[in-house]
């Protein structure tokens, strides 16, 4: 059974730090991408939930333009890990956060996982 499981999330000031970890466990094979999205509150009025960063496997990574300079992903390969560093953290970056786990073959998608999601909340 397939489990991505997310921590590290919580209630901080604006202008503070926190780091979330994401282990996925019960995978098979090498996981391609790993990721973290968010839904805000405005994007659960919508259903809509955003791309925050991406990390490949080889390590190549993609922020999204809001948390460029601010958060920074990372990922331990070895124990199927991906972490998200946030520094910086505004009022609008509250939000709850997603780990994203997917593999490809080739081109082909063969998986693609969700965690259940962990509460960030920044107070001004």
């Known amino acids: 059974q397939v489990q991505l499981v997310e921590s590290g999330g919580g209630l901080v000031q604006a202008g503070g730090s926190l780091r979330l970890s994401c282990v996925a466990s019960?995978?098979?094979?090498?996981?391609?991408?790993m990721g973290w999205y968010r839904r805000t509150p405005r994007g659960q009025r919508e259903g809509h939930r955003e791309?925050?960063?991406?990390?490949?496997?080889?390590?190549?990574?993609t922020y999204a333009d809001s948390v460029k300079g601010r958060f920074t992903i990372s990922r331990d390969n070895a124990k199927n890990t991906v972490y998200l560093q946030m520094n910086s953290l505004k009022p609008e970056d509250t939000a709850v956060y997603y780990c994203?786990?997917?593999?490809?073959?080739?081109?082909?998608?063969?998986?693609?996982?969700w965690g259940q999601g962990t509460q960030v909340t920044v107070s001004s």
């Open positions: 994203r786990a997917q593999r490809y073959v080739g081109v082909y998608p063969d998986y693609d996982y």
């Open positions: 791309l925050v960063a991406e990390i490949r496997r080889a390590g190549a990574a």
């Open positions: 019960g995978v098979t094979g090498s996981i391609s991408e």
